[in-house]
């Protein structure tokens, strides 16, 4: 294992240079080749904090994104049931077979009871697909889903914190 390198002025210059400029702490850890908890400790030291609103905008945009997509994915799935039931609703049906060896082609009032057993459960499929993403968006236990993921975070971040107390490149 190396032996840890002392943090230097040099380094603690440049955290307060890229700092100023708006960089994160894990874009100035890549750019002076440090690790982030480093990077935290001398901003700790040079009493500066990292503005974590442009993530929190960034989180929101893509919840706000991803709803949206699921609306659609909604949408699609719904117009899609409503046409295998609507294949079924035909009053003629287009039938192939081959018979012989020979492509037989012919009309027919009802499907094979395979076949309508099949478009019933493609349209189920279809629905309760629908139904699961809408469940995403309905708010049911998304406080309580909320708090617990914020619980959890909140202890990874100590874990984190704790693991890397002492990774070896901190003066």
């Given at each position: 294992?190396?032996?840890?390198?002392?943090?230097?002025?040099?380094?603690?210059?440049?955290?307060?240079?890229?700092?100023?400029?708006?960089?994160?702490?894990?874009e100035?850890?890549?750019?002076?080749?440090?690790?982030?908890?480093t990077?935290?400790?001398?901003?700790?030291?040079?009493?500066?904090?990292?503005?974590?609103?442009?993530?929190?905008?960034?989180?929101?945009?893509?919840?706000?994104?991803?709803?949206?997509?699921?609306?659609?994915?909604?949408?699609?799935?719904?117009?899609?049931?409503?046409?295998?039931?609507?294949?079924?609703?035909?009053?003629?049906?287009?039938?192939?077979?081959?018979?012989?060896?020979?492509?037989?082609?012919?009309?027919?009032?009802?499907?094979?009871?395979?076949?309508?057993?099949?478009?019933?459960?493609?349209?189920?499929?279809?629905?309760?697909?629908?139904?699961?993403?809408?469940?995403?968006?309905?708010?049911?236990?998304?406080?309580?889903a909320?708090?617990?993921?914020?619980?959890?975070?909140?202890?990874?971040?100590?874990?984190?914190?704790?693991?890397?107390?002492?990774?070896?490149?901190?003066?």
């Open positions: 294992m190396a032996a840890p390198r002392p943090v230097t002025d040099e380094d603690r210059d440049e955290v307060r240079r890229l700092h100023g400029e708006g960089l994160g702490r894990n100035i850890a890549r750019r002076i080749n440090r690790s982030p908890r990077v935290s400790l001398i901003a700790e030291d040079l009493r500066l904090t990292f503005d974590r609103t442009m993530t929190a905008v960034a989180t929101q945009a893509r919840v706000i994104d991803s709803k949206a997509r699921r609306a659609i994915l909604v949408q699609r799935y719904l117009d899609q049931a409503e046409k295998i039931l609507d294949r079924l609703d035909r009053t003629e049906h287009n039938m192939t077979e081959v018979s012989l060896g020979k492509v037989v082609r012919y009309k027919a009032a009802d499907l094979p009871t395979q076949d309508v057993r099949n478009l019933i459960q493609a349209s189920s499929a279809a629905s309760s697909q629908a139904a699961k993403l809408e469940a995403l968006d309905t708010g049911n236990g998304v406080d309580e909320k708090s617990m993921l914020g619980q959890l975070a909140a202890g990874l971040t100590a874990a984190y914190n704790a693991m890397n107390e002492g990774d070896g490149d901190a003066s």
